[in-house]
Every structure is written in C-alpha cells, then in structure tokens.
C-alpha cells in the first residue's frame, strides 16, 4: 500500500496589522465613507476598536462610534462606497512591516508553506498583496467572505490550510488580534503574536502561545520549536 503524501508545514498570516501596516489607507477610505453621512472622522486610534472583522462591520462600528447607528439599507451603499475608494488607491501607503519579506524568504527556503488568513475581503486582500507584489509567496489567500464563516470561526483557519494543501498539524497561526489568537485556539494550533498591528488590548492578555516582537525573530528554529512545545503540551 502506498503511503499517503506527506503535506508540507504552513504559516497563516493575517493581513490588516499582521503582514501590513494598512492603517493610514483604512482610516482614509473609512473617513471618505462615513463622511457621506457628515460624521466626524475618526483616528488611527480609534481603528484598534474598529478593524477585525472586515470593512460591513468596521463602517458600523465607526457609525455606532460617532453616535449614528445604521439603519435600514444605508450600509450596502456604504460598503460600496468604501470599496471603491479603498480599491481604487491601493496599495496607498500599506507597506510590509519591517523584516517581513526578509522572514517570508527564510521561510519558504527552508521549505515551509505560506498562507493569508484574514477578514477583509478576498478580492480587497488580493487585490492589495498584488499590487505590492507580494501575491506569488502564498499557497492560499482566504478572505472574510472567501467561506460562509470567517474568524474566530476554525474553519476559516482550517479551509485555507486545505486550500494551501498543508498539514494542519505543523501549521502555526500568526496575528494581531483577538481574532487570530482565538482561531489558532478553536482550530487547535499554536499562535504567535505581534505586538504592532491592531489590537485594542495589549496581545500578552490574549495568551499567544508566542510572541515576537520584530520579524527578524520569525526563523525556521523558532517555527519548529513552538510546534514542538505545542504537540508536547496538547499530548499532555
């Protein structure tokens, strides 16, 4: 009997504070959105309570924000009206975070599988990797609406990992947020952290199983020991 192939190890990343720092472009795009109903705008500090699970509910939360709850069929008009800013001055000032690209080439040299994992939208998520030339490094790229469930959810981290052709096993999750560290969590896989993205608590409450401060920590040896400690502690 021919044994099965055996998939190859992969890294999840999320996209919005995790891979890139979008925040200047989502601030200026959510701004000129809420700015059709004459709301104040909001600030880089506000985003940290707004991003995390997509742009429906970041324009809700920022109406809620500034005392205008929507209602009725305003929001479709108003996601409209997001996408298309946001699309039509991408990628804007989103850049890699520093070390990324450099972490991403040791990565896939030493034979490990990269993947997105995020709640914008696919075709917002693709369509910004793509114009910062940065598609070609992953496996898969799976959005908030690429499934019928998204994060925290487990099968959103489980169907890109499908769709990447990886083994769930030696896969690591890597985020800013809640979001990220609880789908890690629900979909039994270890998490690393960073501290720089979006996150409106500090990520050491969110209990990461790891913690980098700088990409220039993300190396292979770092990978495979946490997937060590992980197997060791969920044999426990």
Known sequence: M????????????????????T??????????TIAALSLAPVSYDDLTHLVGQGARVM??????????PLEGDALPML???FVAHYAGNMPGRT????????????????????????NKMESLALGLLDKL?????????????????RKPDARHLTGTIDRAGADIARTVMIGDS??????????GVPSIAVPFGYSDVPVSSLDPDKIIMHYDELTPELVERLLREFAAKVAV
């Open 178 to 187: 809640i979001n990220d560290i609880a789908v890690a969590r629900n979909a």
């Open 95 to 118: 850049e890699p975070y520093p070390g990324l690209v450099a972490a991403m080439d040791r990565l896939k040299s030493a034979g490990y599988r990269l993947a997105v994992c995020t």
């Open 59 to 68: 324009i809700e939360r920022a109406c809620r924000l500034r005392g205008h």
């Open 133 to 149: 030339d940065l598609t070609g490094y992953f496996a898969a790229i799976s959005g908030g609406d690429t499934f019928p469930v």
């Open 23 to 32: 925040h200047a472009d989502l601030v200026e795009s959510l701004n000129h």
């Open 79 to 81: 996601v409209e009206r």
């Open 2 to 21: 021919t044994p099965a192939p055996v998939r190859p190890a992969l890294i999840v990343f999320d996209l919005d504070g995790t891979l890139l720092d």
